[in-house]
């Protein structure tokens, strides 16, 4: 969706754990340095002693699920934006986060370094906690679960996890959008904000 390094970025450091292996079996990281110079030798040096060094059947399964990733990112992103739209426009949603939406402030940047928006968006539910917490409850298509990335959607209530001191809002949930069809994302949340 973005090419980092031809905004000059020095370093790309992806979690291929997320969109890169895409079908949430695996962990793992790749740091990708736009030269060869002293400071990733020694990242290099870093991983060799430290044995940071991934199985080859976890290698196996990311170039497995790489090779599918153009496809998986569009559908998501495709995907992503009918679901931020229906959110957009439901009277039980207070705000959606998602820089695909013309509404989301930092649109106007984000289509000058994106060409596209992802399959990552949140939202926040009119009320309090509990209200947000009844909406996951409610999911049937969608699991309750962290992680992104994969083909299934998921939905967390992101306070909760980030733990006590975070700036998160209580009535806020993440949700990584999937491979579903649509119309059936759309079908769930929407009995899902109905009281
Ligand atoms: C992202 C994530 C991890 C950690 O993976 P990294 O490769 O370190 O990003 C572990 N568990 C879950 C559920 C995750 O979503």
Redesign the pocket.
């Known amino acids: 969706m973005q090419r980092p390094l031809a905004f000059d970025v020095d370093m790309v450091l992806h979690?291929?754990?997320?969109y890169i292996g895409g079908h949430s079996d695996i962990?793992?990281?790749a740091v990708i340095a736009r030269e060869e110079n002293e400071f990733f030798r020694n990242i290099r040096e870093i991983q060799k002693s430290g044995g940071a060094v991934p199985s080859p059947f976890e290698c196996w399964l990311v170039l497995r699920g790489i090779q599918t990733l153009p496809l998986r990112v569009r559908a998501q992103s495709e995907n992503a934006l009918q679901v931020a739209d229906f959110l957009n426009n439901h009277s039980s949603v207070d705000k959606v986060h998602y820089p695909g939406l013309p509404t989301h402030p930092a649109h106007p940047l984000a289509s000058v370094q994106m060409r596209l928006f992802g399959g990552m968006l949140s939202f926040e539910v009119k009320g309090d906690k509990e209200d947000a917490m009844r909406v996951t409850a409610k999911v049937k298509l969608i699991t309750r679960?962290?992680?992104?990335g994969g083909p299934e959607s998921l939905i967390e209530h992101r306070a909760s996890i980030e733990g006590p001191g975070t700036k998160t809002p209580e009535n806020l949930l993440r949700l990584s959008v999937g491979l579903e069809h649509p119309d059936d994302l759309i079908d769930d949340l929407k009995q899902a904000l109905t009281k």
Do not use: C, D, E, P
């Open positions: 979690a291929t754990t997320k962990l793992g990281g679960a962290t992680s992104l």
